[in-house]
């Protein structure tokens, strides 16, 4: 049996994996509830990113961005019952004698959503390192009387596919722009404007004033602290669990969808040439090696 | 959105003893153990009766009564159960509205003990005329000037609220500012309120309403408007424009 050697550059083999980088595009969605309720639209794509052949028999990524767009949250926020009074009025030593009551401007605990529109401004860096593994695929369309011409015809011929089948990934925390923090508190005034909205402007100012900084009021109730970066990468990373569904499917991606390199079998060498059927060769035992500057398959050709 | 709202306490800038809203608050004290039948009235209409027991026996200071329980509007049901309420000999009845249209009084008569409501003794007590040691507490919400009037009277005296300005810390309801009407005078009879601090009025006249209206309301800085003139045209043939 005859044997064929094909090696593929590095520079190939990156082109080859910026064409299914960029198809990549995955997307998530839910709700959830707890001390607030949220919800989230969230869109992944990725860029970028540097292929290094490695020589031993494996590739390294890094460096690839992960973008997220859209990335589209709601938090659904309690702002606490507001009243006024309840002072003492006539106090003694033994308590109060008379006190006033208490009347309420919000009560029920009223409800407002923010809604958080991050798409594009957040980015997480993906970093990996990966063989290469072997695919025989028959084409599940492909019926059991059909030849080999005939699943060529039929475009469904069987064919030898290569994937990147992770061997460890690294999902580095987001990179969070200063303008996110600004976003936040836009949101919380717009939500409370729109609360608000058709009371004269006066009471907006008073109900505004009363709850003093409604931007901090918010903050502390979404238990942001000082650093909403911790707090988004906790928000997207722990509650929503967006790290773990990045790295399973961009894993599932490489490792089981979109092969990095694939060639039919049997081979066509000559297509249809007048009543001349096409010329086509069987490839057997493929074996793949990589090494610093290629990617190397060794087959027997022929039956 | 969900938020209830109270509009009512946003909206209410005329206070009144003699027709408690939201935001007028009216304490009347009781000092001899007794038992009363209250007549509630919203404007002319009688919308219900609760009963209150002067307890010796009773250890709170003050009895409670949301008139707004009794607002005829149409979503809330009439009272079916006559309420009742005590409280300790020397302490107070504290009429409030919490919400509602409100425009309440209250007419106190006093029955035998033991004896159903429909024997009253005799009336003790009507809010429209207040009695010397009631309080009546004015939440002022509304920026602007206020005209503070005793109605059966002629005292009169000013009231103002500032126009609330954002702050970096929730507004802190300060300490209410004591007025008292006494000899027909309000003293001090000139009052600057913040936001949120209420008025207390401490009345030591036989017969008095106490009302605090407002008269120029303040906008804050919706009412500013440029000074001088921005732009002017001039004729350009150098006459005078007629």
Not at chain 1, 180 to 190: Q, Y
Not at chain 1, 201 to 212: E, M, P, Q, T
Not at chain 1, 257 to 272: A, M, N, S, T
Request: hydrophobic share 40%; proline share 6%; aromatic share 8%.
């Amino acid at each position: 049996m005859n044997q064929v050697t094909v090696a593929i550059s590095e520079e190939t083999f990156r082109r080859l994996f910026a064409t299914i980088r960029d198809h990549f595009h995955e997307s998530t969605s839910g709700h959830s509830g707890g001390a607030f309720s949220f919800s989230w639209n969230i869109g992944v794509r990725l860029q970028n990113g540097s292929i290094d052949l490695q020589p031993d028999d494996s590739v390294r990524l890094s460096e690839l961005d992960v973008v997220y767009d859209p990335l589209t949250l709601e938090l659904g926020i309690d702002i606490p019952e507001l009243c006024i009074g309840g002072f003492c009025i006539i106090p003694s030593p033994w308590g109060c004698i008379l006190r006033a009551p208490k009347i309420c401007i919000f009560s029920d605990n009223p409800d407002i959503r923010l809604a958080l529109n991050l798409s594009g401004l957040l980015r997480s860096e993906l970093s990996g390192a990966f063989s290469i593994k072997t695919r025989y695929r028959i084409d599940p369309s492909r019926t059991a009387g059909m030849t080999d011409l005939d699943a060529e015809d039929a475009g469904v011929p069987n064919k030898w596919r290569f994937h990147l089948d992770p061997i460890w990934l690294d999902i580095d925390l987001i990179d969070i722009p200063d303008t996110v923090g600004a976003i936040l508190d836009a949101a919380i005034n717009n939500a409370v404007d729109n609360l608000l909205f058709w009371l004269p402007g006066w009471a907006r100012d008073l109900v505004k004033a009363i709850l003093g900084s409604i931007v901090d009021l918010i903050r502390a109730i979404l238990d942001i602290g000082d650093d909403i970066d911790e707090w988004l990468s906790n928000l997207l990373g722990v509650s929503i669990g967006l790290f773990d569904f990045v790295s399973t499917i961009v894993a599932d991606y490489f490792a089981n969808r979109y092969p990095v390199f694939e060639f039919e079998d049997p081979f066509p060498i000559l297509g249809y040439e007048g009543i001349k059927i096409p010329v086509k060769i069987p490839v057997r035992n493929v074996s793949v090696t990589v090494n610093d500057a290629e990617m190397i398959l060794d087959s027997d050709i022929g039956d | 959105m969900k938020a209830h709202i109270n509009v009512y306490a946003l909206n209410n800038t005329n206070i009144d003893s003699a027709s408690l809203r939201v935001l007028g608050s009216l304490a009347h004290p009781l000092t001899d153990p007794g038992e009363y039948v209250a007549d509630v009235v919203q404007g002319e209409i009688n919308v219900g009766t609760f009963r209150l027991k002067v307890d010796p026996d009773c250890t709170s200071m003050q009895a409670d009564v949301d008139l707004s329980k009794y607002d005829t509007k149409p979503k809330v049901l009439p009272p079916s159960v006559e309420r009742r309420y005590s409280v300790a000999p020397k302490g107070y009845l504290l009429l409030f509205v919490s919400e509602g249209k409100g425009g309440f009084h209250v007419i106190l008569n006093e029955i035998a003990a033991g004896k159903s409501a429909r024997e009253k003794v005799a009336r003790r007590y009507d809010t429209r005329s207040l009695e010397p040691g009631d309080v009546f507490i004015a939440q002022l919400l509304r920026p602007g000037i206020y005209e503070m009037t005793n109605s059966l009277g002629k005292a009169k005296g000013r009231i103002s609220i500032p126009y609330p300005k954002p702050l970096a810390k929730p507004l802190f309801q300060k300490e209410p500012e004591k007025i008292s009407l006494r000899d027909d005078k309000f003293s001090p009879d000139h009052v600057e309120l913040e936001n949120l601090q209420a008025a207390v009025f401490m009345n030591g006249m036989d017969h008095a309403a106490i009302q605090v209206a407002l008269q120029e309301a303040d906008y804050g800085k919706e009412k500013v408007k440029p000074e001088g003139t921005a732009f002017r045209w001039m004729n350009p043939s150098g006459k005078p424009a007629k």
